[in-house]
């Protein structure tokens, strides 16, 4: 009798530690996966970030993301600035570099009637030619992007830089979008020039950044059948540059409605799924708030409404 209840008793106590164990072990873990999660979802809602054009290894300006620590509108510049200059910082994405270098500092910003002005130190005139023009490309687009900024201005030594030193390239008083970046000039004339910007992607060890490129080409079209052409086709120019837009797709028709455009595509911008992948969203609603003036982007399929982005909350 003894025995049989010191045995159930050693059974029990085994049961109990068992479940005891268990119920440790897997609380850890799903624990430790939830924050990670959290976290990941914190970081691509961009709460306290902004865009931010860094070189990738092919010197091409690829669009990330940084964190901001102020709302206002010069210390955001500041910090933008200080994360484009320099060396390799811990805080910018692996694999991504800055664009202005560790020489050249900042004299002063000022803000007025929404033209953000920087204020370099003579050593911005001293930048190497073969990346001035792109230097110039990553800080109008960091600012741009920080939105309520009408145009940039680019100042030495309080003295206005219309020429780049070394390239000779003329530039605008105000600088704007409208310069382009990472251009690429796909000409066989003079004549019938038009300018598009086309989001492709890079991959680098697992992650995914958009990259803006500025095609100028002889072609009439409206831009955004160029877009959907570009981004469909089997070759780009490029090998590091991808897009997930399946070369059967077609752009059905498009129309402007006030601040919307809309684009209507056949059933091949689906995936096996019946869904539209993410990066083909993103490519598309991109491009096009860079080459149209309209504040959202309706992505139709056969004549029905799949997906809406505003260019307010596009991360």
Not at 70 to 84: P, R
Not at 212 to 238: F, G, Q
């Amino acid at each position: 009798m003894l025995k049989r209840k010191a045995l159930r008793k050693m059974l029990i106590t085994t049961i109990t530690v068992f479940i005891l164990l268990v119920v440790y072990l897997i609380p850890v873990k799903e624990t430790t996966k939830e924050l990670e999660t959290n976290l990941e979802i914190e970081y691509v809602t961009g709460l306290g970030t902004n865009f931010i054009y860094l070189f990738n290894d092919n010197q091409y300006l690829v669009r990330a993301r940084i964190l901001l620590t102020s709302d206002k509108l010069l210390d955001q510049v500041a910090q933008l600035i200080e994360n484009l200059t320099g060396e390799t910082s811990s805080q910018l994405p692996t694999g991504l570099y800055t664009v202005i270098p560790s020489e050249v500092k900042v004299v002063n910003i000022e803000e007025k009637d929404k033209i953000v002005t920087v204020d370099f130190s003579k050593e911005f005139l001293d930048i190497d030619k073969e990346i001035e023009e792109k230097v110039v490309e990553a800080i109008v687009y960091s600012i741009m992007d920080l939105g309520n900024v009408d145009g940039v201005k680019i100042l030495v030594e309080e003295s206005p830089l219309l020429q780049l030193p070394n390239s000779k390239v003329t530039l605008p008083e105000v600088l704007t979008k409208k310069i382009g970046i990472n251009k690429v000039y796909d000409l066989q004339n003079r004549t019938d020039i038009n300018k598009v910007v086309i989001y492709y992607l890079e991959e680098f060890e697992g992650n995914q950044y958009y990259v803006p490129v500025t095609k100028y080409v002889n072609d009439k079209r409206d831009k955004i059948k160029i877009i959907v052409d570009n981004l469909t086709s089997a070759y780009i120019y490029e090998p590091n540059l991808m897009s997930f837009l399946n070369q059967d797709t077609k752009l059905l028709d498009y129309r402007i409605e006030d601040n919307l455009m809309i684009l209507n595509f056949n059933d091949s911008i689906f995936t096996d799924e019946s869904q539209i992948l993410e990066e083909v969203v993103y490519s598309l609603a991109y491009s096009v708030f860079d080459n149209y003036d309209v504040n959202e982007v309706v992505l139709q399929v056969n004549n029905q409404e799949i997906v809406k982005k505003t260019i307010n909350t596009l991360e």
